[in-house]
């Protein structure tokens, strides 16, 4: 069982930088891949990228790549999104999830969701 709570939404101006953490408990976080999946609003979930379990291999949406990095530090059971010149397109309540697998780059594919934290930019 993993439970994964995220942090660090919020509001930001577009062409600006925000940070999210994903905190997992449980003793086996190394084993899984992690990743970060969006949700605006009347629209369906989507992948934003993913990290191997030994952090090696990231992949990412096109609409995010060069903008977005993907981390993780298994150390202290946690992923993190760094999104830097955030697009007002950005806007969506951005989810943590975990696969016991390589990648996870679909949500029918998740194992595990945490609970969503919302990000806001304005232009």
């Known amino acids: 069982q993993v439970q994964l709570v995220e942090s660090g939404g919020g509001l930001v101006q577009a062409g600006g930088s925000l940070r999210l953490s994903c905190a997992a408990s449980?003793?086996?976080?190394?084993?899984?891949?992690m990743g970060w999946f969006r949700q605006a609003p009347g629209k369906e979930r989507e992948f934003v990228t993913t990290i191997a379990w030994s952090g090696g291999k990231t992949y990412y949406a096109d609409s995010v790549k060069g903008r977005f990095t993907i981390s993780r530090d298994n150390a202290k059971n946690t992923v993190y999104l760094q999104m830097n010149s955030l697009k007002p397109e950005d806007t969506a309540v951005y989810y943590c999830?975990?696969?016991?697998?390589?990648?996870?780059?679909?949500?029918?594919?998740?194992?595990?969701w945490g609970q969503g934290t919302q990000v806001t930019v304005s232009s």
């Open positions: 449980g003793r086996t976080f190394s084993s899984y891949a």
């Open positions: 999830a975990a696969q016991a697998g390589p990648a996870v780059r679909r949500a029918t594919e998740v194992d595990y």
